[in-house]
């Protein structure tokens, strides 16, 4: 089974940086398509970004499109979301997702794994 353990989520002030960490265990990290999504209070949960395996094709959402990007570092078993020029409407328990082998995706159905997910706030 896949193990999903997000980190560096926290208070930021609007247009500050942060950078969320997901470590991967128990299974071959670099099998997994990985992706970010968020869920804001009273909301559904939405697409952020997603990186291939290789870390060679990326998508972020049309939301965050120049402010967040998406890396990997398979060595690590690693997946992050660096985040900057950070709005209130980026407020949201941000999550980590593996999907086994395919392409990237948009949509959550396609992931099979998820951490248990990092509060982000961010203050206006």
């Known amino acids: 089974q896949l193990q999903l353990v997000e980190s560096g989520g926290g208070l930021v002030q609007a247009g500050g940086s942060l950078r969320l960490s997901c470590a991967a265990s128990?299974?071959?990290?670099?099998?997994?398509?990985m992706g970010w999504f968020r869920q804001a209070p009273e909301k559904e949960r939405e697409f952020v970004a997603a990186?291939?395996?290789?870390?060679?094709?990326?998508n972020h959402a049309d939301s965050v499109k120049g402010r967040f990007t998406i890396s990997r570092d398979n060595g690590k078993n690693t997946v992050y979301l660096q985040m900057n020029s950070l709005k209130p409407e980026d407020t949201a328990v941000y999550y980590c997702?593996?999907?086994?082998?395919?392409?990237?995706?948009?949509?959550?159905?396609?992931?099979?794994?998820w951490g248990q997910g990092t509060q982000v706030t961010v203050s206006s």
């Open positions: 990186i291939s395996r290789s870390g060679g094709s990326t």
């Open positions: 997702a593996a999907k086994y082998f395919g392409g990237t995706s948009w949509s959550e159905v396609h992931y099979d794994h």
């Open positions: 128990g299974r071959t990290f670099s099998y997994y398509t």
